[in-house]
């Protein structure tokens, strides 16, 4: 089925969270290639890919991992930010792939968050996600990719939440929430500062303090 197909009696397309339990009843493997994933999404791939990479980072991750689970992201942005017409990962990393499972527990998590905000989203604005805005929206994302790629702990909650935006804005062509997203990409550069301002004063008391 196409993703992008509208739901019966509606303009609207299918919600992202039932397109991926779409492609996990269908795809008979276990584990689905990053490739075969972008595919099943067509014209949604980038923002799809964006949305899931980000959603996951979203998330408080081990001190540590979240360098590794912003390389997706790295890979992605970076793409479009070159204007390729469709996602290329390399082969090891496209043979990890991801598992059902791990599909079917984002979507329980963010399912219920969708089914309330994808009534309001709506294509609109259509320059902020064209093309060109595609690709400096890739720009941005990779930036805030490297952002949640420092292993500083809850560093990356912030700049993957607002790639989580974009990603919902490239998904459903909503120049507004586009908007919405670049300021959230602002705050997450204040959030992320006063983290280090706050480990760095911290840090200096402590040490002042050991001083005696």
């Known amino acids: 089925m196409d993703p992008v197909k509208p739901q019966p009696g509606s303009s609207r397309p299918l919600p992202l969270s039932k397109r991926l339990a779409q492609i996990i009843r269908d795809h008979e493997p276990d584990r689905l290639s990053f490739t075969e994933l972008a595919a099943q999404l067509h014209a949604r791939a980038w923002g799809g890919l964006l949305f899931i990479f980000a959603a996951i980072n979203v998330l408080p991750l081990p001190p540590g991992t979240s360098v590794f689970f912003a390389i997706p992201l790295l890979i992605v942005s970076g793409q479009m930010v070159l204007g390729r017409a469709s996602p290329w990962f390399p082969a090891r990393i496209d043979r990890r792939g991801v598992r059902k499972s791990e599909i079917e527990r984002l979507i329980g998590k963010f399912e219920?968050?969708?089914?309330r905000i994808e009534?309001?989203?709506?294509?609109?604005?259509a320059i902020l996600t064209g093309p060109t805005a595609t690709r400096l929206i890739g720009l941005v994302c990779f930036l805030l990719a490297l952002l949640a790629a420092v292993p500083i702990p809850l560093f990356h909650i912030a700049p993957a939440a607002a790639i989580?935006?974009?990603?919902?804005a490239l998904i459903y062509r909503d120049g507004a929430l586009a908007i919405a997203a670049a300021v959230?990409?602002?705050?997450?550069?204040?959030?992320?500062?006063?983290?280090v301002g706050s480990g760095v004063a911290a840090?200096?008391?402590a040490a002042s303090w050991l001083r005696g």
């Open 112 to 115: 219920w968050v969708e089914a």
């Open 119 to 125: 009534r309001i989203l709506k294509p609109r604005l």
């Open 164 to 168: 989580v935006l974009f990603g919902l």
């Open 184 to 195: 959230a990409a602002v705050l997450s550069l204040a959030v992320d500062a006063l983290l």
């Open 203 to 205: 840090l200096s008391y």
